[in-house]
């Protein structure tokens, strides 16, 4: 059984720094992408990055760029997202996904979503 859990949310304020951590288990493929979506409230689920197994490629929305970082560590079965400079518009619950389809970019899953979600860890920017 798949199973993503993220944590590392919490308050910051503006221009301020968080952690977030995706552990990830249950995975019997080697080729996925693991990525982390936001869901404000009153908006839509937005992609925000995602990585890839097979090749490290990430990608970014244009709203994080320069901004967040994805990393994975897969002897530890973790993804992590390092963003900086946060706004009080990245306030939203981050969760944290995975793909396991291949033959796709990385801007495919931001757009159209992944199959497997976890449960998400709430971010709050003060400004």
């Known amino acids: 059984e798949v199973q993503l859990q993220a944590s590392g949310g919490g308050l910051v304020q503006a221009g301020g720094s968080l952690r977030l951590s995706c552990a990830y288990s249950?995975?019997?493929?080697?080729?996925?992408?693991i990525g982390w979506f936001r869901q404000a409230p009153g908006k839509e689920r937005e992609g925000v990055s995602c990585?890839?197994?097979?090749?490290?490629?990430?990608y970014y929305a244009d709203s994080v760029k320069g901004r967040f970082t994805i990393s994975s560590d897969n002897a530890k079965n973790t993804v992590y997202l390092q963003m900086n400079s946060l706004k009080p518009e990245d306030t939203a619950v981050y969760y944290c996904?995975?793909?396991?389809?291949?033959?796709?970019?990385?801007?495919?899953?931001?757009?159209?979503?992944?199959?497997?979600y976890g449960k998400g860890t709430l971010v709050t920017v003060s400004s």
């Open positions: 249950g995975f019997i493929f080697d080729d996925y992408h």
């Open positions: 996904a995975a793909d396991f389809s291949t033959g796709y970019s990385g801007g495919y899953y931001l757009y159209y979503g992944m199959d497997y």
């Open positions: 990585i890839s197994s097979t090749d490290g490629s990430t």
